[in-house]
């Protein structure tokens, strides 16, 4: 089992830039994939990016590439996601998720799910 806790949402304007962490317990942390998901209401949950275990690999959804950077500290059990120029379009509850595939965008594949928080973008 793996429990995670996102943190670092929050009400931004836009152009604006937030940084999300996301802490990892249970298991080893460098034994997943860890990746970046979003849902806006009404909306289905969708892809934002991605890295694999040792951090050299990472992938982004074409709607956030050049504005997000995925990361990860091994030592600190923590993934983040640095968002920059955000959008009011960014709106949304943002979760991070662990994965066993090397990398992928696919939410099937990840396993274990945070609880989210919330980032909102004001135009």
């Known amino acids: 089992q793996v429990q995670l806790v996102e943190s670092g949402g929050g009400m931004v304007q836009a152009g604006g830039s937030l940084r999300l962490s996301c802490t990892a317990s249970?298991?080893?942390?460098?034994?997943?994939?860890m990746g970046w998901f979003r849902q806006a209401p009404g909306k289905e949950r969708e892809f934002v990016a991605a890295?694999?275990?040792?951090?050299?690999?990472?992938r982004y959804a074409d709607s956030v590439k050049g504005r997000f950077t995925i990361s990860r500290d091994n030592a600190k059990n923590t993934a983040y996601l640095q968002m920059n120029t955000l959008k009011p379009e960014d709106t949304a509850v943002y979760y991070c998720?662990?994965?066993?595939?090397?990398?992928?965008?696919?939410?099937?594949?990840?396993?274990?799910w945070g609880q989210g928080t919330q980032v909102t973008v004001s135009s």
């Open positions: 998720a662990t994965s066993t595939a090397v990398i992928t965008s696919t939410p099937d594949r990840y396993n274990y």
């Open positions: 249970g298991r080893t942390f460098s034994n997943y994939a």
């Open positions: 890295i694999n275990r040792s951090g050299n690999l990472v």
